[in-house]
């Protein structure tokens, strides 16, 4: 018969879980930045006739999440990480200056520095001591968000695999939010989707931990375009 567990080991446990605990609030759709309110140019896609069933939905955010999240924001993360660890402003400053620069259209821009500025009123919150928080409002023009969800991921202490594991997911779980309403799609076609982008996290987190400082990437010139034709779309259910 096993025996009861103790206080204390109940206890130790609790504690050993609470980076993940801290992952899987960052990657929740229930946080408060308003990440549900963004398609990523999948709405202009839709109207333009180039995702409009479950199969091209599948492969159009399988190709965005390889070709563009992992080789830019997701790779932003994985080195705005250990610059927060260290503490390294300068760094910082000059990832998120990269960020800023990198995003083609208003909307892109928008969505980096709203989703920034509230994850940064969420850190205020939940870690009001730590003096990072101050540096990261202190950010100009706005924290974007890969910066910002690098500091809550260094503050989870979690390993950096696990962090950039959850940043992905989370982004795909947006998506195929997104995706559901736009194309539209039913529950269960989203979560075979949303299935089979969970089988390439581990791929994508791969690419960004694998990216020098120099190498990071932010070419995705027909997401541009869609990006510059949703900011005049006519119907639109979502801000990018």
Not at 126 to 137: E, G, K, Q
Not at 176 to 190: I, M, T, Y
Request: net charge negative.
């Amino acid at each position: 018969m096993t025996p009861p567990r103790t206080a204390t080991a109940i206890a130790t446990a609790t504690t050993d879980v609470g980076p993940l605990l801290e992952l899987i609030w960052l990657a929740s759709p229930a946080l408060p930045v308003g990440g549900f309110s963004y398609s990523e140019g999948l709405e202009p896609a839709v109207e333009a006739g180039l995702v409009a069933d479950e199969a091209q939905a599948g492969d159009w955010l399988a190709d965005q999440l390889h070709l563009a999240f992992a080789r830019g924001d997701l790779a932003a993360v994985a080195h705005g990480v250990p610059a927060w660890v260290r503490g390294d402003a300068a760094a910082i400053a000059a990832l998120n200056d990269w960020v800023t620069a990198t995003r083609e259209t208003h909307e892109l821009r928008q969505q980096t520095q709203q989703m920034g500025r509230s994850l940064l009123e969420w850190l205020r919150v939940r870690a009001a001591s730590d003096p990072r928080v101050d540096t990261l409002a202190a950010l100009a023009p706005a924290p974007t968000w890969p910066v910002a969800v690098a500091l809550a991921a260094a503050r989870s202490g979690a390993p950096p695999a696990d962090a950039l594991a959850a940043c992905a997911f989370g982004w795909c779980e947006a998506m195929v939010q997104a995706a559901l309403k736009a194309v539209p799609l039913g529950q269960s076609a989203g979560q075979r989707i949303l299935g089979r982008l969970a089988g390439e996290v581990p791929a994508a987190v791969g690419t960004a931990i694998a990216r020098a400082d120099g190498e990071r990437q932010a070419f995705a010139p027909m997401l541009a375009i869609l990006s510059a034709q949703h900011e005049t779309q006519y119907s639109r259910l979502f801000r990018s």
